[in-house]
T-cell receptor, first 112, second 112 residues
Framework: DGGITQSPKYLFRKEGQNVTLSCEQN?????MYWYRQDPGQGLRLIYY???????QKGDIADGYSVSREKKESFPLTVTSAQKNPTAFYLC???????????FGEGSWLTVV | RKEVEQDPGPFNVPEGATVAFNCTYS??????FFWYRQDCRKEPKLLMS???SGNEDGRFTAQLNRASQYISLLIRDSKLSDSATYLC?????????????FGSGTRLQVQP
């Protein structure tokens, strides 16, 4: 089945550690996105990419990094510089110029 | 002022009731509009797009008022399964970037 796969679903991190969230899609979409959602709040854009080897910062990129070496993959690294990393992280993809985006099931990151 | 604003609710309604949500957006350059549904601890899923002429999908009706910059969602004959958070989503194209902006969501609880 086509879709977006995020892993891990649940992740615990100690303060000061970097952690990488995986996102893979087999929808042949050019555009991919990472959003963050905090309890009771809307989604905020962290990074997005419209083409391989290119990506742009979203509204809250500080403390995060991404790469887009393959069309199918858009991993997100939450660095130790991110002061409040505990959140629900959603990866999404869409056709380039398309209005509809599709989400993965999300990754819950907790800093302990 | 938030770019997309919604009443967080919760809206508690009995089964069979009709309920309406509004959403306002501040950026007049916004081009496309959507309602997404998000169940507790799950990823958002597209409920319906919103067209200027208004559109209906079964028990759901969406309307757009560009002059007043608001979007509405009407749910008729509410079901228990309609209980969820409804996210108003706006798409804009500025400086070459196309990105979705999400409202914080309106929580609906349908009660037996």
């Amino acid at each position: 089945d086509g879709g977006i796969t995020q892993s891990p679903k649940y992740l615990f991190r100690k303060e000061g550690q970097n952690v990488t969230l995986s996102c893979e899609q087999n929808l042949n979409h050019d555009a991919m996105y990472w959003y963050r959602q905090d309890p009771g709040q809307g989604l905020r854009l962290i990074y997005y990419s419209q083409i391989v080897n290119d990506f742009q910062k979203g509204d809250i990129a500080d403390g995060y990094s991404v790469s887009r070496e393959k069309k199918e993959s858009f991993p997100l690294t939450v660095t130790s510089a991110q002061k409040n990393p505990t959140a629900f992280y959603l990866c999404a993809s869409s056709m380039l110029g398309g209005n509809t985006i599709y989400f993965g099931e999300g990754s819950w990151l907790t800093v302990v | 002022r938030k770019e997309v604003e919604q009443d967080p609710g919760p809206f508690n309604v009995p089964e069979g009731a009709t309920v309406a949500f509004n959403c306002t957006y501040s950026n007049s350059a916004s081009q496309s509009f959507f309602w997404y549904r998000q169940d507790c601890r799950k990823e958002p899923k597209l409920l319906m797009s919103v067209y200027s002429s208004g559109n209906e999908d079964g028990r759901f009706t969406a309307q757009l008022n560009r002059a007043s910059q608001y979007i509405s969602l009407l749910i008729r004959d509410s079901k228990l399964s309609d209980s969820a958070t409804y996210l108003c989503v706006v798409n804009r194209l500025d400086t070459g970037r196309r990105a979705l902006t999400f409202g914080s969501g309106t929580r609906l609880q349908v009660q037996p």
